[in-house]
């Protein structure tokens, strides 16, 4: 009855942007930490950006200073400002919510099924 839809992911050149979004819909009462993975592959999937519930951010290593991860909790949806793109950010990248769906419940995680984003010259 979750659902979660990212979406915004395209082909860029190097130094180009990108603004992904993660919209979830449903049977919502709260949603808490929001955050975006990443995965070639091949390889294994790693977290890149997260917000909570009162926006606060963090940022993986490799992405921090050009990544932007914001949040409008009236929409349910979580934003990622991709700037200054480069090849070794191509992947697809996926959502995660920490959703309850029940007033008082825990907070489950739900994935989106992810948007690629591909950087080429």
């Known amino acids: 009855q979750v659902q979660v839809v990212e979406s915004g992911g395209g082909l860029v050149q190097p130094g180009e942007s990108l603004r992904l979004s993660c919209a979830a819909s449903g049977s919502i009462v709260a949603i808490y930490t929001m955050a975006w993975f990443r995965q070639v592959p091949g390889q294994a999937r790693d977290s890149v950006a997260w917000i909570t519930n009162e926006g606060i951010e963090s940022y993986a290593d490799s992405v921090k200073g050009r990544f932007i991860v914001s949040r409008d909790n009236a929409k349910n949806t979580m934003y990622l400002q991709l700037n200054n793109l480069q090849p070794a950010d191509t992947a697809v990248y996926s959502c995660?919510?920490?959703?309850?769906?029940?007033?008082?419940?825990?907070?489950?995680?739900?994935w989106g099924q992810g948007t690629q984003v591909t950087v080429s010259s």
């Open positions: 995660n919510a920490a959703i309850v769906t029940i007033p008082g419940g825990a907070a489950e995680g739900y």
